[in-house]
């Protein structure tokens, strides 16, 4: 019903509250919020206004959904080109009363205004009534597609145009026995054929309805159907204070009581935010002043590790016999070698060849 203006790509899972729809409602673009619930008594529709409410409840008094709407009907009309733009919206007998006034301005603002000026009659395709009966104090909700019929022609010749599929007339005899065989079931207002149903069209509206013609409106209830009461008006989204109740009635000094009794849950939750947020950095100073002395002590080990003669680079006590055994033998390998190295064959660059015993540093005649 809402198409093509609802929010599709929306995932939600069982984790999810309304405050974090809340939060991606303004990037997505969403106007209102659309809930349904259910008690053991009753059913219930709550529409609510982003960001900051009001929210409207409404309960569910009686309730069609679109296939049982359709199932009724023996010729059901519900094209999918008409939720390719938003319905239009027609409100009846709403009163003057407050919360009468702000369930006009909740249902006027789910869907987008028209401007006369610049819409296209073809893009009007369906229309949303919503009829307010003051004896009962109730909503009725209902959904109709819109069609457009020339008015003076022939039933069967109407739905033939309109029709794409050519009809079955292989027993008949004559083509004027289908135009004369009785046509079927006709919508919620093609029965009656009075002159207020009838206008003068501007522009093309179908493939039969076209501009400077005078044609018939039809409509076809295309559901869902609802009876709706407002038990309740609230502000915020859910969370504030109530400004009707349809059941309970509140005296002044009750709801200056209760305002008090609210200012001061909202000062002691301020209040106990600030202390958490006061303790959450306390906490962390305490911590990073932890984490400062504990490098500290470990740079005050280090350097005494490095300083300290008795320790090795490992902060383990040093072995001195072993070093200084560990030492000579190092030593006597180098002075082995070293000894080797100088007695050995040496390379003579001018001639480029290999003299045997030859000291280094000796000269050659």
């Not at 009846?92 to 987008?112: D, R, V, Y």
Request: contains cysteine; positive net charge.
């Amino acid at each position: 019903m809402m198409e093509p203006h609802t929010a599709r790509n929306l995932k939600e899972s069982k984790s999810n509250k309304l405050k974090d729809f809340v939060q991606v409602s303004g990037p997505l673009g969403i106007s209102h919020f659309l809930m349904l619930s259910s008690s053991d008594a009753h059913k219930y529709l709550k529409i609510c206004r982003t960001p900051r409410g009001p929210t409207l409840t409404f309960k569910i008094h009686s309730f069609s959904l679109a296939s049982e709407v359709a199932a009724a009907q023996r010729n059901p009309r519900n094209p999918s080109k008409a939720f390719l733009s938003p319905p239009l919206m027609v409100l009846n007998n709403f009163g003057e009363e407050a919360h009468q006034k702000l369930a006009t301005i909740t249902f006027q603002n789910m869907f987008p205004p028209i401007n006369v000026r610049k819409v296209k009659l073809s893009t009007c395709q369906r229309v949303v009534l919503v009829d307010y009966d003051a004896k009962a104090k109730r909503f009725q909700f209902r959904h109709y597609s819109i069609n457009a019929a020339p008015v003076g022609a022939n039933k069967k010749l109407k739905k033939l145009l309109q029709s794409r599929n050519a009809p079955d007339m292989g027993d008949m005899q004559d083509v004027s026995e289908f135009f004369d065989k009785r046509a079927g079931d006709a919508s919620d207002s093609e029965a009656s054929d009075d002159e207020s149903r009838r206008v003068h069209l501007t522009q093309d509206f179908n493939r039969v309805a076209h501009a400077d013609s005078t044609s018939k409106i039809v409509l076809s209830e295309i559901g869902p159907r609802m009876e709706l009461e407002l038990v309740k008006v609230e502000e915020g989204m859910c969370d504030g204070r109530v400004l009707y109740h349809a059941y309970v009635q509140k005296s002044a000094d009750e709801i200056k009581t209760l305002e008090q009794k609210k200012a001061e849950r909202e000062k002691l939750r301020k209040r106990r935010r600030l202390e958490q947020e006061q303790n959450v950095k306390r906490k962390a100073r305490e911590k990073e002043l932890k984490a400062d002395a504990e490098r500290a002590r470990q740079g005050k080990e280090k350097k005494k590790k490095k300083t300290d003669p008795d320790l090795d680079a490992y902060g383990n006590p040093r072995d001195a016999a072993g070093e200084a055994a560990d030492d000579a033998k190092w030593a006597a390998a180098f002075e082995r070698e070293e000894r080797e190295w100088q007695e050995g064959d040496v390379f003579d660059e001018r001639t480029g060849k290999i003299s045997a015993g030859r000291r280094r540093g000796a000269t050659t005649k």
